[in-house]
């Protein structure tokens, strides 16, 4: 499955980029009638079945990209650049107008096969700078960034877990996964997380795997986080070309 990666690896240097996200995308997947007894659930004492692609499976984000795979396979033959993301995706186009016509041929393909582009989360403009999946991407600069919402919960995560002096491992570990989300905006973020996984490692060994179990940060592993929360807002990381 791609994911930002794909996509920064699109950036060149004053590219155009747009992005579109489908919507209800599930939804517009029918179902055979014949598979629908598969999909049951119970609600408030009544069962139901789903009759299209359902929300929730686990399964679900890698068979609904298996789907769009041919419907991107064809959009590059026509000689554009797009990567996908389950229902988000991004286009882009070394010129404005070569941009354009990318999200006209999507769009145009989209709809043809019964989906919708979000009119409100997709962005049709071509721009030289774009968030998509939580990052800023810039081709005139050619950097990555956090968003700021993303920084601000990231900012916000860390402080709340600094307030504790005895968290779970659940916490610790939820903070640390939040911290590695953000590497691809974050150029020295690899170098301030170490310690804070280096403990949460011995806390579950001593605790025999029990995330529930409180444990301790040591003073180096709170400094990590006293890193992120002073270097967040200026963090990037370059892309190189």
């Known amino acids: 499955m791609e994911s930002i990666q794909s996509a920064i690896r699109l950036l060149t240097p004053n590219c155009f980029m747009a992005s579109i996200d489908l919507k209800d995308a599930y939804y517009c997947v029918p179902i055979a009638s014949f598979h629908h007894k598969y999909l049951k659930f119970e609600w408030n004492g009544s069962l139901y079945q789903f009759t299209c692609f359902p929300n929730g499976l686990a399964c679900c984000p890698r068979k609904f990209t298996k789907l769009m795979k041919p419907v991107f396979c064809y959009l590059r033959k026509l000689g554009h650049e797009s990567s996908p993301y389950i229902d988000d995706s991004l286009l882009t186009g070394q010129t404005y107008d070569d941009c354009a016509a990318n999200v006209i041929d999507t769009t145009q393909l989209i709809d043809n096969l019964g989906f919708i582009a979000h009119p409100d989360k997709s962005v049709f403009i071509p721009t030289q700078e774009l968030d998509y999946l939580g990052f800023t991407l810039n081709s005139k600069t050619m950097r990555v960034t956090v ?51 280096a403990d949460k490692i011995a806390a579950l060994k001593h605790n025999k795997g029990k995330f529930d179990a409180t444990m301790q940060l040591s003073a180096e592993a709170k400094e990590e986080l006293v890193w992120w929360i002073d270097n967040i807002d200026t963090a990037f990381n370059p892309v190189h070309r």
């Open 147 to 197: 968003t700021p919402g993303k920084k601000l919960k990231l900012i916000e995560t860390c402080k709340e877990l600094l307030t504790k002096e005895y968290p779970t491992i659940r916490e610790v570990a939820r903070v640390i996964g939040l911290l590695i989300s953000n590497f691809p905006g974050v150029a020295m973020g690899p170098l301030y997380y170490r310690l804070s996984e």
